[in-house]
């Protein structure tokens, strides 16, 4: 493998890492009154609790799902297991956490964090917290930084009078599902006139498939008091859906300022789906900054219906072959395709010779071997190593069509009886395919097939040019049989068989016959130019033409056939006469004996390379979320919506909100932020930036309310999009709603795209365009990066590089 690859699986393999963990308790799959009941119950909680649990529950079961965002139709609730406890209890020692746990979160840099910068460390592995600890100064002035489930039973008095208070269960379907099976998330205290001079920082981690996280963070922020939260969230990418539904509530009494920052790098495969509120009081100050971040090259070969297609030719509405969660192979609708420029490119190589090439981050349907079992999961090309076996088609369903043949206009002198076939069969074709590897025009009114008398293949030859064409195959000089008739060679080339050995390919039409046609005419093929060499045990077709012998390859694996490789040999041979060297090239596809009589097979990886930045394409696949490439199963983000809102609810409240959203490929960023005047003489200001790249969609949702009563209030709202190329989409969705006349309120909202000058000049300054590209947009997230501290700044503008480099995926 090569050091390239290394240095980008080492990035992206430090969030996308999988444990496996034996769980100490966990409910079974479903949400049912009863899997309520038993999460209070492990948890050993007060009624009263049990009874908010079971009232959430209850306006959960009577809510209809949100239909005005992005699509939530694939949640499959009854799939989800609600609660899984790692560990036996929370620790204050680093020391004392379960080891295999402990080193997730040290390859997430936890507790290198802690001992850097931060003032106390919250970590949560899949339902429970299993660490936090805050610095002993700070908790000697009275500073609580501790699970959410640990603060119920050690500071009932403060929990219960703020807990709920803010996001109530009957907020929203989520919110309410939230609160009948929360589990885990962050308390915090900061007392009266108590300034946190270092951020506290809460970091959650799925790890568990199937997963659902539904952390629950309260922070009381008393008087005078100041502090700042950071969270931050990852998970493993599975071949299945995880759910994260947070809700977190904020409590800034009078004079205090809270910070909330969020920096997160979900998987592919996570709904992200959170509920987020302040009530800001009297002269208190919350400010909320929030972060998102989350292709093939296009001559990959996309089995669509029955045919092979070019991924850049595949247009939105097309079906194409997916896996489905049962291991069937089914057709589903392509939603959007996109073009991306030049990006890093890496080949992935599997033993059976079956190759494609994507960008780092492109997940594929992976088995890696744990202890005596296999795991199954979609882990991107970073995190793939030796010893995991990929997921390949085997065989496919049958969708095709015989092809329809119009008529070719006769030639004026041509008198011989022609019959032109009237559409495709299984002869035709294997008399095609012989054709392909052996026959060529004989001049410009005769068909020539190079096959002699000896061969088993020149009867049937005879006889269907015979049955299918009305013609006679003469025998002329030599091994060929030959067939004078002007009209048969002009059906061939109508028919897209002209050129010679060097320009011969397979017609476009040939992958959407029915799967017995495109045998037949692979075994055409094989009959002409197959044989066994010596010493191997394999079937190989030798051609002048590589490029033939990979249409060739793509067909065979679409007609269920297991080819093997492509490899080129040359030899140089002196001519009788002269000192002339001549070199002769020749091409050999390999045909393996093994069948592959599934759909779907695991072969293992042979190996990686770095092969340059390439243009890429990607497309996003209906419900199944995936598509075979090169015969190879790939996925193609789920949706985040997030909605910071904060209640001004005192006079001289202030509210600040920073957005950043960076939607990739497949991916649906639908956030938004909420400024609620209550109170006189407040202040708000929303700025919401966002990314979209190879296609991905950023959504603006905003609500700005001035109740009656509320004068003096000073509001204003920015959003600015970037797009990085024309398939990528950004909506803006402001909702303003003033009550009072005493306001004063400004929008703007921009839309653009980096300047070809800008990039120009920084090319000419010794930048390549991707760094020229990077560069640019870190400075349109300034406004983000700048409000960080600076570790986190460095972190961010890396997961946005990242986030830029993935050009499949």
């Known amino acids: 493998m ?13 969030y996308a890492f999988h444990d496996d963990i034996v769980y100490l308790r966990e409910t079974k799959r479903g949400l049912t009154r009863e899997t309520v009941e038993e999460i209070s119950r492990f948890k050993d909680e007060p009624d009263w ?35 899984r406890k790692p560990s036996e209890r929370e620790e204050k020692s680093w020391d004392d956490v379960p080891d295999q746990i402990k080193q997730t979160f040290e390859k997430l840099g936890i507790p290198e964090a802690e001992r850097k910068f931060l003032a106390g460390v919250g970590a949560q592995y899949d339902s429970e917290v299993v660490y936090h600890s805050v610095r002993e100064e700070l908790s000697k002035i009275g500073v609580v930084f501790m699970g959410t489930d640990q603060a119920l039973k050690e500071y009932p008095e403060i929990f219960r009078k703020h807990f709920g208070t803010v996001v109530p269960p009957e907020d929203n379907k989520f919110a309410a599902l939230n609160s009948a099976v929360w589990s885990g998330g962050s308390f915090v205290y900061v007392p009266k006139g108590v300034e946190v001079p270092l951020p506290l920082q809460a970091y959650f981690r799925i790890n568990g498939e199937n997963t659902g996280q539904f952390e629950r963070t309260l922070i009381v922020v008393d008087e005078g008091a100041k502090v700042h939260y950071i969270e931050g969230c990852t998970a493993p990418i599975y071949a299945t859906d995880s759910l994260h539904a947070a809700v977190v509530e904020v409590v800034a009494l009078a004079g205090s300022k809270v910070r909330y920052t969020t920096i997160q790098n979900w998987s592919n495969d996570v709904y992200n789906l959170v509920t987020k509120r302040a009530h800001a009081h009297a002269n ?39 896996l489905t ?24 190589r599997l033993q059976n010779h079956r190759s494609v090439r994507a960008t780092a981050n492109h997940p594929f349907l992976v088995a890696r071997k744990v202890g005596r079992t296999r795991r199954l999961g979609w882990l991107p090309v970073a995190s793939i190593v030796d010893g995991d076996e990929i997921a390949v088609v085997g065989q496919l369903p049958d969708h095709g069509r015989s092809r329809v043949f119009e008529p070719v206009p006769r030639r004026a002198r041509s008198r011989k009886p022609f019959r032109s076939p009237a559409e495709s069969t299984d002869d035709l074709m294997w008399l095609l395919g012989f054709y392909l590897g052996d026959g060529y025009p004989d001049g410009p009114n005769r068909v020539a097939i190079a096959v002699p008398e000896s061969d088993p293949a020149c009867g049937r030859v005879r006889s269907l040019v015979a049955e299918l064409f009305g013609l006679e195959a003469a025998r002329g000089r030599g091994v060929a049989l030959r067939i004078a008739s002007a009209p ?115 072969v293992p990886v042979a190996g990686m390379d770095y092969v340059g930045e390439l243009p890429t394409v990607d497309i996003e696949v209906e419900g199944t979320a ?33 957005s950043v959203a960076v939607a990739g490929k497949g991916q649906h960023q639908d956030t938004g932020a909420k400024a609620i005047h209550l109170a006189p003489n407040t202040t708000s200001r929303i700025v919401s930036k966002s990314v979209s790249k190879d296609g991905g969609r ?10 009656p009563g509320a004068t003096g209030v000073t509001a204003s709202v920015r959003c600015d999009a970037l797009m990085l190329d024309d398939q990528s989409r950004s909506d803006t969705y402001p909702y303003i709603d003033i009550g009072e006349d005493d306001t004063t309120m400004t929008h703007e909202a ?38 960080l501290p600076m570790e986190y700044a460095i972190e961010f503008n890396r997961l946005v590089k990242l986030e830029m480099e993935g050009s499949l995926g």
């Open 488 to 602: 048969l060679l002009d059906w061939l080339v109508s028919a897209g068989f002209g050129g010679d050995a060097h320009t011969k390919r397979v017609p476009a039409w040939v992958y959407a016959l029915p799967r017995s046609q495109q045998r037949s005419f692979v075994d055409g093929y094989i009959a002409a130019d197959g044989h066994v060499r010596g010493g191997h045990r394999n079937l190989s077709v030798t051609s002048a033409s590589r490029e033939l012998l990979e249409q060739v390859r793509h067909l065979a694996i679409s007609a269920g056939l297991n080819p093997l490789k492509v490899t080129t040999w040359s030899r140089a041979e002196q001519k009788p006469l002269g000192r002339e060297v001549k070199t002769y090239t020749h091409h050999v596809l390999y045909f393996s004996d093994e069948p592959l009589d599934a759909p779907v097979h695991f």
């Open 750 to 787: 921009t839309v653009g795209k980096i300047s070809a000058e800008q990039v120009f000049y920084l090319m000419s300054r010794g930048l390549t365009e991707n760094e020229a590209q990077n560069l640019i947009i870190q400075g349109f997230l300034e406004v983000f990066t700048k409000e």
């Open 49 to 83: 609790m049990l009874q908010f649990r079971l009232r959430a529950y209850d306006h959960f079961l009577k809510r209809k799902m949100p239909t005005w965002g992005g699509r939530l139709d694939d949640i499959d609730f009854d799939k989800i297991v609600y609660y």
């Open 284 to 322: 208190s100050t919350v400010e909320w900054v929030d972060a998102n971040t989350g292709c093939l090259t296009g001559d990959s070969m996309v089995a669509r219906n029955n045919d092979l297609t070019p991924i850049s030719d595949i247009q939105p509405g097309d079906h194409v072959y997916s």
């Open 325 to 348: 969660p049962e291991f069937e192979i089914a057709r589903s609708r392509v939603l959007a395709t996109r073009e991306n420029a030049p990006e890093p490119v890496f080949e992935l």
């Open 626 to 658: 995936n598509f075979i490439a090169n015969g190879i199963f790939a996925h193609n983000s789920r949706l985040t919506m997030k909605y910071p809102a904060i209640y001004l609810r005192g006079e001289g409240a202030r509210a600040e909100v920073i």
């Open 2 to 14: 090569s050091s390239t690859r290394d240095l980008v699986r080492d990035e992206r393999d430090q």
């Open 698 to 707: 950023a959504t603006y949702r905003g609500q700005l309310r001035v109740a």
